[in-house]
C-alpha cells in the first residue's frame, strides 16, 4: 500500500491520525476558484461543506476516495465520481439530536417572538408603556395546541417525532409527495400540509425533493402555520416562501439552510429586510459537543475501513 495524501479541504473536521502511511495537507477554507488546484496531489479528500464539482474530481488523478464529514452529500458530484471510480463516504447520525434540537429552538424563537422582544426589552421604552404583551398578538398556541407535520422521516426526522410528542404534540408523518400509496402510520403529503400548525422540513435535497413547498404548497397551508427547514436548501422554493411571509399567508417561518450558502441578499430573497416573522439561522444545527465528538471518530473509522479494502458508509 502506497503512502495516502489526505487534503482536507476544510480542516475544522480533521480527524485523529488514521492508522496508516499518510501526509495531510489541510485548509482552513477553500474557495470554489480554488478546489482544482488544492484537490490535485489528494488520494483522499475530506469536506464538510465545500463542493466538490466535476473539475475538481477530474484534476485530482490519483483521487480514491471523498468523506463528507456530514450527513448530507448533495455537495459532491457523485455521477463523476462514479466515473472515475472515486468512492465517496458520509458521517451519518451524528448530528441526529443537535439537529432535532435546533429545529424546536427556532420553532420557539419564531412562536414566542425572542428575536423581537430581546430587541424591546434592550430598548428599554415599551416595556414601561405596559403593551409589551402585544407583541405576541395573536397569543400563541401552547404545545398542547400545535399539530406537528414531520416531512423527512429519516434518522432526524424520528428525533423530531420524538421531541414533538414529549413536548405534548400531536405528531403527524407526511407520506413523500411523490409517493403513489401511503404507507400505516403516514398521512398523505398533500393533506399532511393542511393539516400542520407546524412543519418541521428535514428531508434530503435530491430530484424528488428540490421545491418540494412552494407556492401551492403554502397557499393550502393554515395561515397561522409556522414552517421551520433544517433540512437542505432548495427543498422549500424560498422566493415562494418570502412573498408568503410579506401577505402573512403563514404565520411564519425559520431556516438554518439555504438554496446558496452562505446566502447573500443577491441570492436569497429571505435575506431582504422587513420580512415579517422570520428567524435566520447560518446552517448550523449541527453543531454540538456530541456531534464533533461522533464525526471526528466516524471519520477516522472511514479512513480505515477504506485503506483496509472495506468501505462503510457508502453513498
Known amino acids: 500500500m502506497g503512502k495516502h495524501t489526505i487534503v482536507a479541504l476544510d480542516d475544522f473536521w480533521v480527524s485523529p491520525p488514521p492508522d496508516f502511511d499518510h501526509e495531510i495537507i489541510e485548509y482552513a477554507t477553500t474557495g470554489p476558484d480554488q478546489l482544482v488546484e ?32 456530514g450527513t448530507g452529500s448533495d455537495h459532491i458530484d457523485k455521477v463523476a465520481a462514479r466515473e472515475r471510480g472515486v468512492t465517496v463516504c458520509n458521517v451519518p447520525a451524528q448530528n441526529t439530536d443537535s439537529v432535532a434540537e435546533h429545529a424546536f429552538a427556532l420553532y420557539f424563537a419564531l412562536r414566542r417572538h425572542i428575536v423581537e422582544l430581546h430587541h424591546v426589552t434592550a430598548a428599554g421604552d415599551e416595556w414601561p408603556k405596559g403593551h409589551v404583551f402585544r407583541k405576541l398578538d395573536p397569543p400563541p398556541r401552547v404545545n398542547s395546541e400545535e399539530t406537528l407535520v414531520v416531512v423527512g422521516y429519516g434518522a432526524i426526522g424520528k428525533a423530531i417525532e420524538r421531541m414533538g410528542r414529549a413536548l405534548g404534540m400531536q405528531v403527524l ?12 402510520g403516514r398521512v398523505a403529503f398533500a393533506d399532511a400540509i393542511k393539516k400542520g400548525t407546524i412543519l418541521i422540513v428535514s428531508a434530503p435535497l435530491d430530484n424528488s425533493t428540490r421545491g418540494m413547498i412552494a ?29 408568503a411571509l410579506k401577505e402573512q399567508k403563514i404565520g411564519g417561518a425559520a431556516t438554518d439552510v439555504f438554496e446558496t450558502e452562505p446566502p447573500t441578499g443577491a441570492t436569497s ?9 422570520l428567524v435566520l439561522s447560518p446552517h448550523i444545527a449541527w453543531y454540538s459537543s456530541k456531534t464533533k465528538q461522533g464525526t471526528l471518530k466516524t471519520i477516522k473509522a472511514n479512513l480505515e475501513a477504506f485503506v483496509s479494502g472495506q468501505p462503510i458508509n457508502v453513498v
Open 215 to 243: 407556492g401551492p404548497e403554502l397557499a393550502v397551508m393554515d395561515p397561522t402555520a409556522r414552517l421551520i427547514n433544517v433540512g437542505r436548501g432548495g427543498v422549500v422554493d424560498e422566493r415562494a416562501l418570502a412573498q
Open 173 to 184: 408523518i407526511a407520506e413523500r409527495k411523490d409517493a403513489q400509496q401511503t404507507r400505516d
Open 269 to 277: 430573497p429571505l435575506l431582504e429586510a422587513g420580512i415579517p416573522n
Open 38 to 69: 488544492r484537490i490535485k496531489p489528494a488520494t483522499i479528500v475530506t469536506t464538510a461543506a465545500m463542493k466538490v464539482n466535476r473539475a475538481g474530481i477530474e484534476a485530482a488523478e490519483n483521487l480514491q476516495l471523498i468523506i463528507c464529514t
